[in-house]
Each structure stands twice: as structure tokens, then as C-alpha cells.
């Protein structure tokens, strides 16, 4: 286990219940005030944690009564206490009201984080998914692994 485990495993963890419960607050509160956010859907880049708060409230209010369970594997980290690079692939599954599984995707993340306060918070995040070649279409599950 390295320095990054403990405090890394907490913002996944936070990520994750503020993604379910649809907390945009508890959500922006992972993000730097100037995070630089290159996500997978919509626009090129989100500048700053207002901008990244807005698109978020998008998500979260599309949703309606469903709700997104969060799943991270591979998880990798570098660095140390003060600035650290983590990678992963996240599942994001729908689920109804009910909880029943209605689609699911995953996505490739890489976070850039930093120390800013005593508080360990991302200043970057990049998600993407492959495109493949013969239809330009993006891949959204990862091939299993055989």
C-alpha cells in the first residue's frame, strides 16, 4: 500500500456516493476551484469548477428517479501526498427507482490530483473511451478479459 491508497480510496468512495445519492454539492467539493475537466460527453473541455457544477447538474437532473452506481477497477496511483496522477476504468450502470439494472457504460479516467488546504482534490480529470475504426463509433464496455 503507498502513501496515496488511503486518501485516493476516500475521494472514490465520495465520488461515488455523491454520483448515486445526485449530491452536485458533495460532488463539485472532489474538484479544484480551477479544475480543467476534458470529459467524454458534449464540449472540448469545462474550465473551473462552475462550469464542470453546471454540466454536472445536467447529468444529475436528466436522471430523474433513476440513479448511477459507480464502479471503479484497475485503479492505479502515482505520486505522493502532495500531487498524484490516478488511472481507472469506471462503470457507470443506470438503475431504476426500484433498483433494477436498465444500461450501463464504462469509460476511461485519468485524475490529476493536489494537496490544496490539507484537502487532496482533483485539478484534472480526463475521460475517454476507444473509437473504432470501422464505424468511428466510441466503445463504451471493455472488452473482457480472456
Known amino acids: 500500500m503507498n502513501d496515496m491508497d488511503k486518501p485516493v480510496g476516500r475521494i472514490v468512495e465520495a ?4 454520483v448515486y445519492a445526485k449530491d452536485v454539492a458533495a460532488f463539485v467539493r472532489l474538484y479544484d476551484p480551477a479544475v480543467r475537466v476534458f470529459d467524454t ?4 473541455s469545462y474550465e473551473k469548477a462552475e ?4 454540466a454536472v447538474e445536467g447529468w444529475f ?3 430523474g428517479t433513476e440513479r448511477v452506481k459507480v464502479r ?3 485503479l492505479r496511483t502515482v505520486g505522493g501526498p502532495d500531487l498524484a496522477i490516478v488511472t481507472a476504468i469506471v462503470a457507470y450502470e443506470g438503475v431504476s427507482a426500484e433498483g433494477a439494472p436498465l444500461r450501463a457504460m464504462q469509460n476511461r479516467l485519468t485524475w490529476g490530483l493536489r494537496t ?4 487532496l482534490r482533483i485539478v484534472h480529470e480526463h475521460t475517454s473511451a476507444p ?3 470501422e464505424d468511428s463509433k466510441a466503445i463504451l464496455q471493455r472488452p473482457s478479459a480472456g
Open 61 to 63: 437532473t436528466s436522471l
Open 116 to 119: 490544496s488546504g490539507h484537502v
Open 131 to 133: 473509437i473504432g475504426f
Open 72 to 74: 471503479f477497477d484497475d
Open 15 to 18: 465520488y461515488k456516493a455523491a
Open 41 to 44: 460527453w458534449g464540449l472540448w
Open 51 to 54: 462550469a464542470w457544477q453546471t
